[in-house]
């Protein structure tokens, strides 16, 4: 048995190949990460070449489909060849936060060339592959010269027997420790990977609650915000309500007389000293007056002209006209100064827009009554100004 060992470990001993040696390597085994789903996207065969008195490596990945995978153009190889065992460690070229580490260690069952991968400290990929040691990767000319025959070794002395045994079985400890700690160093990192991907896992739940939480809150804050808002616009509304129907008792309610026929209001309206009749229109933002009756009023010192505005008819056209701003503009008992209106050519209607009725406050159209309400403090007359 002791024999046996010995000449097993003098056999895998990889410091005893002074020249490039070449190694054949069947397919990957993935310890840690995962191989293409695709079968003609797999490795199956890697060629690996290096020299005990050379830095020089090179790595070869052979896919089913034919494509060659060079580790020494992908990554910064460099030799880190300690004691009889040999290792390269490089960086990515692409991305220098990536690094592999190849190494070829034989154990019991036989040699194998392993490739670990870390991703900032991270390992993503450990995986290892069996091989053989072949003469060479490379062709070989048809006619080899017969070695030179070399003279039979001296027989060894007792001591050099005994030397070489005590080194072989030093030899042999060192491959069962190297074997034991590559087997120690995978567990370790799979346990690694595992309690990585645990703890990604529950990370990730937490923050799927911290995120389903955040949006319920959010959600009651909507409802709250907008239920409030609710009640302030109906306290509003309710407000507005009993002041138009005078039950606010700080109020008086003011009704206008209205001559309705079809969809069209139309009311008396005092510009000056001339009581016209006007189109009420809701959707007018200002009023419209004809050249002629500007001319009156300025001529009567009632309006003065300001100069030129624009405005939009109902068909969306935008039209230029002259501008004056009327002294008072009288509705009832109710007055509003300094009118603005724009003034239009030809025989057009008379339009009384939103510019007067908003200057009342609060307001209502009674179809019923043909009345036009609004409401006005009673201890004084609503006497209101445009603002220019």
């Not at 009567?300 to 505005?309: K, L, N, P, S, V």
Request: contains cysteine; neutral net charge.
């Amino acid at each position: 048995m002791k024999t046996l060992l010995l000449s097993t470990v003098a056999a895998l001993a990889l410091s005893g190949v002074a020249n490039a040696t070449d190694f054949a390597c069947g397919s990957t085994q993935f310890l840690v990460g995962k191989q293409s789903i695709d079968p003609q996207d797999t490795v199956n065969r890697i060629e690996v070449r290096h020299s005990s008195n050379s830095p020089e490596w090179m790595v070869y990945h052979r896919f089913v489909n034919g494509r060659v995978v060079a580790r020494q153009e992908q990554y910064t190889l460099v030799d880190t060849s300690r004691n009889g065992s040999w290792s390269w460690r490089g960086q990515l070229r692409i991305n220098g936060a990536i690094t592999m580490v190849g190494e070829l260690i034989r154990d019991q069952s036989g040699l194998y060339y392993v490739e670990t991968q870390r991703d900032r400290g991270l390992v993503t990929m450990l995986a290892r592959s069996a091989c053989n040691q072949v003469a060479a990767l490379t062709p070989t000319p048809d006619v080899v010269p017969a070695p030179t025959p070399s003279p039979a070794p001296a027989p060894l002395s007792p001591a050099e027997k005994k030397r070489q045994a005590a080194q072989a079985q030093n030899e042999a400890a060192k491959a069962l420790a190297e074997a034991a700690r590559l087997e120690a160093e995978t567990a370790r990192i799979k346990i690694e990977a595992e309690a990585e991907a645990i703890r990604r896992k529950e990370e990730l739940a937490a923050k799927l609650e911290r995120d389903k939480a955040e949006q319920a809150a959010k959600l009651e804050r909507d409802k709250a915000e907008h239920d409030a808002r609710l009640a302030r616009e109906r306290a509003e509304w309710e407000d507005k309500l009993n002041i138009l129907l005078g039950s606010k008792t700080e109020f008086e309610r003011i009704a206008i007389p209205l001559k309705i026929r079809g969809n069209s209001m139309r009311l008396n309206v005092g510009l000056g000293d001339q009581v016209l009749t006007m189109l009420l229109d809701t959707g007018a933002t200002s009023s419209l007056i004809t050249n002629a009756l500007a001319s009156s009023l300025i001529k009567d010192e009632h309006a003065r002209y300001i100069g030129m505005t624009e405005f939009k008819t109902a068909s969306g056209e935008i039209v230029k006209a002259k501008e004056i701003i009327i002294n008072e503009v009288k509705i009832g008992d109710q007055v509003v100064r300094d009118v603005r209106a724009s003034v239009v050519p030809g025989d057009v209607e008379l339009l009384l827009g939103l510019n007067v009725l908003n200057k009342f406050g609060l307001y209502a159209i009674d179809s019923r009554n043909s009345q036009l309400i609004f409401t006005a403090k009673k201890e004084k007359a609503v006497a209101v100004k445009e603002e220019g």
